[in-house]
């Protein structure tokens, strides 16, 4: 596991983007992005749809994915496809609709997960019968959770690779990939910031086995790489950090 602190936020999105291009530019002919949402996307989106980055990105061979989706439509402000969209894919005149794989928040979430899974299915190399992503992006709440995997939610254990969540609070349906499916990916990258993720940031990090109800703790990819991209205010807390 590595664990990257930068100084500012601006750093870790920037950094980000240069994983990206680079990324896109390795010899597969295709690579396969899990996004997921929160703010930290939102400011990757936004400088890359507004800055000489665009240019320098294989948008033709990136292949884009959700960790998760709230079972909202499109338009939503609280769809991570949505959000996505807006920032950045309507921006980007070179990248083929049919590279971006949203997660149907519309139709009922149970028929929603079968739809995702066989649409990963077409085009995801599998091994070991679960599919293996180039780069998964994952947040991480105030609570432990990632993705939509929530404490006490969808079995961490499960070998489905899409399952339906409820939120503990708001009890609002979603659809998540499993933490089966995360810990297949061939780069699991924790993109964290602000101040309110301090505490967990060190829990999740610093903590013994007795913390494993937290999701976030069960992030431990087979045979790929883990990172936690921090900027000072969320690592703050990190004794050697």
Not at 85 to 112: A, C, M, T, W, Y
Not at 220 to 238: F, H, I, K, M, N
Request: net charge negative; aromatic share 10%.
């Amino acid at each position: 596991m590595d664990i990257v602190k930068f100084d500012y936020s601006r750093d870790l999105v920037e950094r980000v983007i240069e994983d990206l291009i680079t990324l896109s530019h390795s010899k597969k002919e295709a690579v396969h992005i899990v996004l997921s949402g929160g703010s930290t996307p939102k400011q990757i989106f936004e400088l890359l749809a507004n800055s000489h980055y665009a240019t320098k990105v294989n948008w033709k061979k990136c292949h884009f994915w959700w960790g998760d989706e709230r079972c909202v439509p499109a338009d939503d402000p609280e769809s991570n496809y949505g959000e996505a969209k807006k920032l950045l894919f309507d921006v980007l005149p070179n990248l083929s609709r049919e590279n971006i794989h949203p997660i149907d928040g519309v139709i009922n979430p149970d028929q929603s997960t079968i739809f995702y899974t066989s649409e990963i299915r077409r085009h995801v190399e599998v091994a070991n019968h679960l599919p293996i992503f180039d780069w998964i992006w994952l947040g991480m709440g105030d609570d432990g959770h990632t993705a939509s995997l929530f404490v006490d939610g969808v079995p961490l254990d499960d070998d489905c690779w899409t399952a339906v969540a409820q939120h503990p609070v708001s009890r609002q349906k979603r659809v998540t990939i499993t933490m089966s499916v995360i810990n297949a990916a061939k780069r699991v990258t924790f993109l964290v910031t602000g101040k309110s993720k301090a505490e967990m940031v060190a829990t999740i990090l610093e903590s013994g086995s007795h913390y494993l109800t937290y999701p976030a703790k069960h992030v431990a990819p087979t045979d790929g790489v883990l990172e936690w991209y921090l900027d000072q205010s969320s690592g703050r807390l990190l004794r050697d950090q």
